[in-house]
């Protein structure tokens, strides 16, 4: 998606997405294409299913992440325990981080501090930045889940020591379907971005290659 983005850096974010979902949906519906006509001819081997299966996997996953964007926002608002959003979200990549050799290292500053906010959404932000910080360590390491509370606002900070970003790609993060990954889908920071600012927060990343990530979300307590 790359070479979109570049040439499409004047278009409005609307535009940046539809080019972005035209060109990331037709390649696996080529893909399927080709399988289908192969299937008319008879020529379709078993093999090729899982193929198949996977690409309308890929359409589906792209789906179901814009269709996150496409709901109202910040629809429920609710006193939501931050701490166990958080611990919620560390349970739930649990497995996938213990599977990559991966420890996650909790710190609460306050283990029950209510803040509201769409939960559901704010879950997601959460996934959406975890899951980046191990899909970031394929050599296994550990990553810091921190939680502090100062006077205005609250701050929640991921810290990895995966592979790092280059410098020049950091402000790129965020823009629909930025990805640097074989199969990602570039989505999960945009909508990130969309929701913490939806609620008045800041998102922030600071990267050094080699070293790790870290990704800070500051939300303010009181609503404004
Ligand atoms: P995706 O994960 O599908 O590629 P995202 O929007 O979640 O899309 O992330 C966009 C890009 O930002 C990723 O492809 C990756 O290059 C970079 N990135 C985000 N978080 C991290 C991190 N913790 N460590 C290294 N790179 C990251
Ligand atoms: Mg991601």
Redesign the pocket.
């Known amino acids: 998606a790359e070479e979109i983005l570049l040439h499409s850096e004047k278009l409005t974010l609307a535009g940046q997405l539809a080019a972005g979902i035209a060109h990331e949906i037709r390649n696996p519906l080529t893909a399927i294409k080709g399988f289908f006509q192969l299937m008319q001819s008879g020529m379709m081997k078993a093999a090729y299913y899982n193929v198949v299966d996977e690409e309308f996997g890929r359409i589906e996953m792209i789906i179901n992440e814009l269709l996150v964007l496409a709901k109202p926002q910040a629809a429920s608002f609710a006193n939501q325990d931050i701490a166990a959003l958080l611990e919620h979200t560390a349970t739930l990549l649990e497995t996938q981080a213990i599977l990559n050799n991966i420890q996650l290292n909790r710190s609460y500053q306050h283990a029950s501090f209510m803040l509201a906010c769409d939960g559901n959404q704010m879950k997601q932000v959460f996934i959406?930045?975890l899951?980046?910080?191990l899909?970031?360590?394929p050599d296994g390491g550990e990553i810091d889940i921190g939680l502090t509370v100062q006077r205005d606002n609250i701050c929640i900070r991921?810290q990895?020591q995966?592979?790092?970003?280059p410098k020049d790609?950091v402000k790129?993060?965020?823009q629909p379907f930025?990805?640097?990954?074989e199969?990602?889908?570039?989505?999960?920071?945009?909508?990130?971005f969309k929701i913490i600012e939806n609620h008045g927060g800041v998102l922030s990343?600071d990267?050094e290659i080699g070293k790790?990530?870290l990704?800070e979300i500051s939300l303010p307590i009181q609503r404004r």
Do not use: P, Q, W, Y
């Not at 995966?162 to 970003?165: A, L, M, S, T």
């Open positions: 959406n930045v899951k980046n910080a899909e970031a360590m991921f990895d995966g592979c790092g970003i790609k790129r993060i965020g930025f990805s640097l990954k199969k990602g889908t570039g989505l999960g920071m945009m909508l990130s990343i990267s790790g990530t990704v």
